[in-house]
């Protein structure tokens, strides 16, 4: 579908979970999700379990092998909140972050996103977004809204009003949201290009949004088995 070239865009998930995330109970493994992004034509993947780097050279070799640039990154704690971060350049532990030590972590060679921003049960930043904003190079579009109920909306305008990108993910627990939503990403094939180009909003959003059965599906297991796993993990 979307052929790697000079004159092509890169279709990319920077935001997703698999079986070696040490919070989730994630059925699909790395592999089975790299597998899953060759069948779809994926040029670019990050893998971000929760406080954690599943990257190895194995699997970026793998990836690699079905025509896929594999990313380091991770979903951290940041006080109360989620921060995904691209291409970590410190060390990940299990620990929780403070906010205030968000610049000291930052690279120029990493990409910081804030996830899900202004979601419900989804450690998002929400009103804290507004004071901790320049600590973040781009805002996600995420792929769990409906056309009734969309979240995004307010993290469109906010990216807006202070000009940062907006990059699309899936978040995907399951295999099914894969390719829900994704982005294209106008940028040669490598690490430092990808992240370059999402700094300077190359970047363009491609969504389906749920259906309202969906939603309520997903809502239902955030609140009750989820959360009870997600619980005895930590």
Known sequence: MFRVGPDKKLKADLHIHTAE???DNIKHTAIELIDRASEQNFDVLAITNHQAITFTKKLESYAAGKGILL???TEIMVGRAHALVINPRFKITK???RLDEMPGLKDDKSLWIAPHPF???SKSLRSRIYSWLPCFDALEFSSYYSDLINPNK???RIASLSRKPVIGNSDAHALWQFGMTYSLIDSEKDTASVIEAI?????EIQSSPYSLS???WLFMKSITFDRIWH???L
């Open 95 to 97: 620990d929780k972050y």
């Open 21 to 23: 995330d040490p919070c």
């Open 119 to 121: 979601f419900f049960l």
């Open 71 to 73: 990313i380091p990154g």
């Open 214 to 216: 969906q939603i309520g």
């Open 154 to 156: 307010k993290a469109l």
């Open 231 to 233: 619980t005895l993990k």
């Open 199 to 203: 700094k300077t909003g190359k970047v």
